[in-house]
């Protein structure tokens, strides 16, 4: 990612609070904002601003510099091992843990950690400019309170409004920490990247006509280049793709009802390969997948899928399946069509709004209308994507996008 004429971003000491990628670490594939988070990673530690990382630990608060950030990044990757905990956590019991393996091999790259009352004077010594928070993670009162100092922006990026809008789709208790944790953004930041105008809106109309808000921007997240496969496989029409974490806002259920219903039927039952690590309620997830009739004959399981891997399923798929009951932003469909493969998507208007007549669009309840959707394909009568894709969001708009309205804010702070 190259840098930006007048970059405010570049403007530094910037922050990145790495705290997400902290809590991910040993816990498999990397998920959508594990990767927008990395993606920050990248663009800041390119820009020569000056780029320090913020990570809340089990034990206090770690300022690291950007060989901090890049050592981290790679653990949750994959791409290196941590090595071994600290005395402490082996004393403990918990050496064993990727979190705190992951903390003794940040603990060597800190270049200042205070304890968990001691971020204050931390900010004090540092005086960063600008505060960055994109993983949903440490959006605390006592964080954002601690760096909201004259000389400090503090930007957020938001990736969703799901705890809120569908709070049947989370675990009972996230609806309320999110709120909370949204009063916090709004009394503190001045700056909010949403990820798309969806997103924006809903931000916009559940804040309403509050005192004190901040800027709130639409600014859609790059979409992650797959590998390229050395020779691409042969597509087979008659097998379909579903990629997303278990949990129940992916709406597995649905695509597995509609895999009963059309091995009612007298045709030729399509092979489905769902691709996604367990997240809430996973485990109950996994069961109904492994536990249905067609598992291992014309349903499989993929868990702990390399992006490698998941681009060969999609290069051979002749769809991607994409039931979700709510989404943000939505990765899939667009590495489907990148390689090749129809989406076939849940009918939201934050997927419509961006894949427009590029996807083929089904009611996420309606069983009996994916099953025939999915016949139809087989058979046809949906035709696969023509001539070149559409050209999906890049982080190179995505950033010049927060650059513009963090110049906006430092013009608007100067203007006397």
């Known amino acids: 990612m190259t840098g930006l004429p007048d970059d405010a971003l570049a403007q530094g000491p910037v922050w990145l609070d790495l705290t997400r990628t902290l809590s991910r670490a040993g816990r498999g594939v990397p998920t959508g904002i594990d990767r927008v988070e990395l993606a920050w990673l990248d663009r800041l530690a390119s820009t020569g601003g000056g780029l320090q990382c913020l990570c809340r630990t089990t034990r206090g608060f770690l300022l690291l510099p950007p060989e901090g950030g890049k050592a981290l990044s790679e653990v949750l ?26 903390e003794a091999l940040i603990r060597r790259h ?51 409004l799901i705890p809120l809008t ?38 916009s109309d559940h804040w309403g006509p509050l005192s004190r808000k901040p800027v709130v921007i639409a600014a859609p997240i790059g979409v992650p280049e797959l590998p390229d496969l050395p020779s691409p496989p042969p597509r087979e029409t008659g097998r ?60 499989f399981l993929h868990t702990g899928t390399p992006d490698a891997a998941l681009a060969d399923q999609l290069a051979r798929a002749g769809a991607l399946l994409y039931p979700t009951l709510a989404e943000g932003f939505g990765l899939p469909p667009w590495e489907a069509l990148a390689l090749g493969a129809r989406p076939i998507c849940a009918d939201l208007p934050v997927l419509r709004a961006y894949l427009g007549p590029h996807a083929v669009y089904v009611d996420p309840t309606d069983v009996y209308s994916w099953a025939a959707t999915i016949r139809q394909y087989m058979s046809g009568s949906i035709a696969g994507p023509s001539g070149t894709p559409p050209e999906a969001p ?3 708009e995505h950033f010049e996008r927060v650059s513009a309205a963090l110049s906006a804010l430092r013009d608007r702070a100067e203007r006397p």
């Open 394 to 396: 890049g982080w190179q």
């Open 77 to 102: 990757l994959g791409i290196s091992e941590p090595g071994e905990a600290d005395l402490w956590s082996r004393i403990t019991g918990r050496g064993g843990r990727a979190r705190h393996r992951a």
């Open 166 to 203: 569908h709070p049947d789709l989370v675990p009972t208790d996230q609806p309320e920490a999110f709120a909370r944790k949204l009063g916090t953004v709004a009394a503190h930041a001045a700056l909010v990247v949403a990820v798309s105008e969806d997103t924006r809106r809903r931000l």
């Open 240 to 299: 379909f793709v579903m990629v997303g974490t278990l949990e129940p806002r992916k709406n597995h259920g649905t695509i597995l009802r509609a895999w009963s219903l059309l091995a009612e039927d007298a045709g030729e039952v399509p092979q489905l390969h769902i691709v996604g690590n367990p997240g809430w309620k996973g485990d109950a997830i996994r069961r109904e997948i492994e536990g249905h009739p067609l598992f291992g004959r014309s349903i």
């Open 110 to 160: 800190a270049i200042d950690r205070c304890s968990p009352w001691g971020l204050s004077a931390m900010v004090r010594r540092h005086a960063p400019r600008t505060y960055c928070n994109v993983g949903h993670a440490n959006l605390a009162a006592r964080v954002y309170s601690a760096l909201d100092t004259d000389g400090c922006r503090i930007v957020t990026v938001l990736h969703d």
